[in-house]
């Protein structure tokens, strides 16, 4: 149990803390304060020491050092069931409650035109200090770092007379340490934005922090037995499906989420109109045209029975016509990078459709992508290499058309985003037929072709990995097949080769590979 009988604050955000001050005051608290909070509370009508008063020391080099000083921390760290550490600070030097919030360091160091000088400024040492005292003594002293926690504190603290319960101190302690760790590594973010973290070797940083906070918690996970919480950068640092508005709609899930990353992730790959349609985290149909309404009627042909209820993604403004085609369908979610009036009146006859929103990003950023294992981690910089068309190498003694080169671009991309092992039958800028994740390339190629049917006559394939065998190509070409983009790189390259030169089919290669599991 923590018995408050003075409490030091020292606040740079002061909302809400003339509620919690109040409530300290009419306990009886004894209130310290740092000079800016000292003259808030004054304005309160609330009686407070300033620190220097307290100290007898008053603050040094423009403020930087006015709570760093034995009496204050010694106050906060002494041990009350140890006679000695109560002794040496005295019973009128303990100090029960730390109130602090720190400087705004990511705010101002995120202001367009912020100079290092101005972002090291908003550095808190001081509270920090005060905070991690008071978190480390929390089987006597509790700490109140963020502002939406003082009308609870407050109204335990009213509650209990004065005292807060043991589990509570603990669990304002953490909070605290999460805090801290957080501010810390936004610094040192801020610090290595834009250096190599091992310039010798290029690598990923030797030692890695990821700070998130909780933007809402989730019904469940990927099951309904598994519990799930979405979680995004500082809110002025969030980017891409982390500036999601929801507009209408059920509650967003776990799998909705990981759709919705799927689709961006697709959709950044193009400049003109294009719609993809996500299942399972991965494409069942892509398309771009010259309206939306063309590219979501291509996309869905793709593969209708597979896009029931899949999550659709949209590059451009969606109208009252794309409306009226997306809600034709059974869909559980659509994203845009915004949705017209009359259109969101459509939507509405939908009500449990969820339509969401994003800041639209010009591209993914070249940030180190990470992935959780059991007991440990793995890091890679994104999949970004480009292939223009005139770096292909043709490897076959015929050459592709433009319009087979156009094609074969577009089904690399889309290649990309399936899941590997994947095959992409596509024509005129549109997905017919995928074939992805089976444990053989041939059983992709199968997959692919057994969804095109009949539309793989004259159209063009990509391969996200090289052909161990010829039976691939050649399963291609008898289907009708004409062109085909793969990296290469296999010992039997010249026999795969040779199965599309016999077929007169042209095949290029990019020297690139695109797994992604």
Same mark, same amino acid.
């Given at each position: 149990?923590?018995?408050?009988?003075?409490?030091?604050?020292?606040?740079?955000?002061?909302?809400?803390?003339?509620?919690?001050?109040?409530?300290?005051? $009419?306990?009886?608290v004894?209130?310290?304060?740092?000079?800016g909070?000292?003259?808030?509370? &004054?304005?309160?009508?609330?009686?407070?020491?300033?620190?220097?008063?307290?100290?007898?020391?008053?603050?040094?080099?423009?403020?930087?050092?006015?709570?760093? @000083?034995?009496?204050? @921390?010694?106050?906060?760290?002494?041990?009350?069931? *140890? &006679?000695?550490?109560?002794?040496?600070?005295?019973?009128?030097?303990?100090?029960?409650?730390?109130?602090?919030?720190?400087?705004?360091?990511?705010?101002?160091?995120?202001?367009?035109?912020?100079?290092?000088?101005?972002?090291?400024e908003?550095? *808190?040492?001081?509270?920090?200090?005060?905070?991690?005292?008071?978190?480390k003594?929390?089987?006597h002293?509790?700490?109140?770092?963020?502002?939406?926690?003082?009308?609870?504190?407050?109204?335990?603290?009213?509650?209990? #007379?004065?005292?807060?319960p043991?589990?509570?101190?603990?669990?304002? &302690?953490?909070?605290?340490?999460?805090?801290?760790?957080?501010?810390?590594?936004?610094?040192?973010?801020?610090?290595?934005?834009?250096e190599?973290?091992?310039?010798?070797?290029?690598?990923?940083?030797?030692e890695?922090?990821?700070? +998130?906070?909780?933007?809402?918690?989730?019904?469940?996970?990927?099951?309904p037995h598994?519990?799930?919480?979405?979680?995004?950068?500082?809110?002025?640092?969030?980017?891409?499906?982390?500036?999601?508005?929801?507009?209408?709609?059920?509650e967003?899930?776990?799998?909705? +989420?990981?759709?919705?990353?799927?689709a961006l992730?697709?959709? +950044?790959?193009?400049d003109?109109?294009?719609?993809?349609?996500?299942k399972? @985290?991965?494409?069942?149909?892509?398309?771009?045209?010259?309206?939306m309404?063309?590219?979501? &009627?291509?996309?869905?042909a793709?593969?209708?029975?597979?896009?029931?209820?899949?999550?659709? /993604?949209?590059?451009?403004?969606?109208?009252?016509?794309?409306?009226?085609?997306?809600t034709?369908?059974?869909?559980?979610?659509?994203m845009?990078?915004?949705?017209?009036?009359?259109?969101?009146?459509?939507?509405?006859r939908?009500p #449990?459709?969820?339509?969401?929103?994003?800041?639209?990003?010009?591209?993914?950023?070249?940030?180190?992508?990470?992935?959780?294992?059991?007991?440990?981690?793995?890091?890679q910089?994104?999949?970004?290499?480009?292939?223009?068309?005139?770096?292909?190498r043709?490897a076959?003694?015929?050459a592709?058309?433009?319009?087979?080169?156009?094609?074969?671009?577009?089904?690399?991309?889309?290649?990309?985003?399936? $899941?590997?092992?994947?095959?992409?039958?596509?024509? *005129?800028?549109?997905?017919?037929?995928?074939?992805?994740?089976?444990?053989?390339?041939?059983?992709?190629?199968?997959?692919a072709l057994?969804?095109?049917?009949?539309?793989?006559?004259h159209?063009?394939?990509?391969?996200? /990995?090289?052909?161990?065998?010829?039976?691939?190509?050649? +399963?291609?070409?008898?289907?009708?097949i004409?062109?085909?983009?793969?990296?290469?790189?296999?010992?039997r390259?010249?026999?795969?080769?040779?199965?599309?030169?016999?077929?007169?089919?042209?095949?290029?290669?990019? /020297?690139?590979?695109?797994?992604?599991h």
């Amino acid at each position: 149990m923590v018995i408050v009988k003075r409490a030091l604050l020292s606040c740079h955000d002061k909302t809400g803390l003339d509620v919690l001050a109040k409530a300290l005051a $009419a306990l009886g608290v004894e209130l310290v304060a740092s000079d800016g909070t000292a003259e808030f509370l &004054a304005k309160q009508g609330l009686r407070v020491k300033r620190v220097e008063e307290f100290t007898g020391v008053s603050e040094q080099l423009d403020g930087r050092v006015k709570t760093l @000083h034995p009496k204050i @921390h010694g106050g906060i760290l002494a041990r009350r069931d *140890d &006679a000695a550490h109560v002794k040496a600070v005295g019973a009128g030097g303990l100090i029960d409650l730390v109130v602090v919030n720190l400087y705004p360091f990511e705010r101002t160091a995120r202001q367009p035109g912020c100079s290092l000088e101005e972002a090291v400024e908003q550095i *808190d040492i001081g509270g920090v200090a005060l905070l991690r005292a008071a978190a480390k003594n929390c089987a006597h002293v509790a700490a109140v770092c963020q502002p939406q926690q003082y009308a609870t504190v407050a109204e335990v603290l009213q509650r209990g #007379n004065g005292q807060l319960p043991a589990s509570m101190s603990r669990q304002l &302690a953490q909070a605290v340490f999460r805090l801290t760790s957080a501010y810390d590594a936004a610094v040192a973010s801020y610090l290595s934005a834009g250096e190599v973290s091992d310039a010798r070797e290029g690598l990923p940083p030797e030692e890695a922090t990821i700070t +998130l906070r909780r933007r809402q918690p989730l019904r469940y996970g990927e099951n309904p037995h598994q519990r799930g919480a979405w979680y995004v950068p500082a809110p002025e640092a969030a980017w891409g499906v982390g500036t999601l508005t929801q507009l209408q709609g059920k509650e967003l899930s776990y799998n909705n +989420l990981l759709d919705l990353d799927a689709a961006l992730r697709c959709l +950044l790959e193009f400049d003109g109109p294009a719609c993809v349609i996500i299942k399972h @985290h991965v494409p069942c149909g892509l398309a771009g045209a010259s309206t939306m309404e063309q590219a979501y &009627a291509r996309a869905y042909a793709c593969d209708p029975e597979s896009a029931f209820g899949g999550v659709i /993604g949209c590059n451009r403004p969606i109208e009252a016509a794309m409306a009226a085609s997306l809600t034709a369908q059974f869909v559980e979610l659509i994203m845009a990078p915004s949705v017209g009036s009359d259109a969101a009146e459509t939507f509405r006859r939908k009500p #449990n459709v969820r339509v969401v929103t994003l800041e639209w990003p010009a591209r993914a950023p070249a940030a180190i992508e990470w992935r959780h294992l059991l007991g440990s981690w793995l890091a890679q910089e994104p999949d970004a290499a480009p292939v223009a068309t005139e770096v292909l190498r043709v490897a076959t003694t015929r050459a592709p058309t433009t319009t087979e080169r156009e094609d074969l671009l577009f089904a690399w991309k889309a290649a990309k985003h399936a $899941a590997s092992n994947a095959i992409v039958i596509a024509q *005129d800028g549109a997905t017919v037929g995928i074939g992805q994740g089976q444990p053989s390339r041939v059983g992709s190629v199968r997959l692919a072709l057994e969804k095109a049917a009949s539309r793989s006559r004259h159209a063009v394939a990509a391969s996200d /990995g090289f052909f161990p065998f010829p039976d691939g190509v050649e +399963l291609l070409a008898q289907a009708g097949i004409t062109a085909v983009i793969q990296p290469g790189g296999s010992i039997r390259d010249a026999e795969v080769v040779e199965a599309a030169n016999r077929a007169n089919v042209a095949m290029v290669v990019t /020297g690139i590979r695109h797994f992604r599991h």
